[in-house]
């Protein structure tokens, strides 16, 4: 039985609008509940039995903290028996970030945990909500996938999630896979694997967990960092 859990936190894909077209973030927001009301129509086409919502956070992704990735966290780890797969609809501005927090925190997952949003609100002229989340539940509902643990799917990619980078404002596929690493898939018309990033994506997950007894979580963010850039001349002092 293929049963999937949207976990809301907020974004642009959750946000409603002024009359002037300003974006704001507010109790009528779009929540889990609506993202349920789109895809319902794909859950007989695509064989899945239950899609169901919880809406956690209401926040631009810009506002997210170490303390909203446990509550997506401990969300995941409290439904991990409950669900075959689990969808994070989430801002796109730290969304990387996040990706990778909980790619760290549940190291041994067993089941796809993915996370989508939208450059255009839904609800919006232009919005690629619908596909993003349709192209998502395609990947869950593929019987030939084997994807687990932490992935972005954005526009047509499909990102391991320790490697998530988004490169732009504008476009649909807002996202690249950070390096010279492939992404893990390509969506169109069908899904089409590069088998060895897949391959080295599901090598880190080790022993994959089957239930929540087995999940190892460390959860523990350490925020006494700071990222710098080198450059010439760069004072050995500030390290």
């Not at 409950?82 to 089941?111: P, Q, R």
């Not at 989340?133 to 994807?147: F, G, M, P, S, T």
């Not at 899904?191 to 999940?215: C, Q």
Request: charged share 25%; glycine share 6%.
């Amino acid at each position: 039985m293929k049963k999937i859990l949207i976990i809301s936190t907020g974004g642009t894909i959750s946000q409603t609008h002024t009359e002037e077209g300003v974006a704001i973030s507010n109790e009528k927001s779009f929540t889990g509940n609506t993202f349920v009301n789109i895809l319902n129509v794909l859950k007989k086409e695509l064989d899945i039995d239950v899609i169901d919502s919880e809406t956690i956070l209401n926040k631009d992704s810009s506002n997210i903290v170490p303390e909203d990735w446990n509550k997506i966290i401990d969300t995941i780890v409290e439904e991990y028996d409950n669900y075959t797969a689990f969808i994070i609809t989430h801002g796109t501005n730290t969304m990387g970030y996040t990706c990778s927090a909980v790619s760290f925190a549940i190291e041994n997952v067993g089941k796809p945990i993915i996370f989508t949003g939208s450059q255009v609100s839904y609800g919006m002229a232009g919005t690629d909500a619908i596909m993003n989340l349709e192209n998502v539940v395609r990947v869950i509902a593929d019987d030939n996938c084997k994807l687990a643990g932490v992935c972005c799917i954005f526009g047509s990619k499909v990102i391991t999630g320790t490697r998530v980078k988004k490169k732009t404002e504008f476009e649909y596929d807002a996202f690249k896979t950070f390096g010279r690493l492939p992404d893990i898939a390509n969506i169109g018309n069908s899904i089409v694997y590069n088998e060895n990033a897949l391959e080295r994506h599901l090598k880190f997950l080790g022993n994959k967990s089957k239930s929540k007894s087995e999940l190892i979580v460390k959860n523990k963010f350490d925020t006494n960092i700071i990222s710098l850039t080198e450059f010439p001349r760069i004072k050995s002092r500030l390290f």
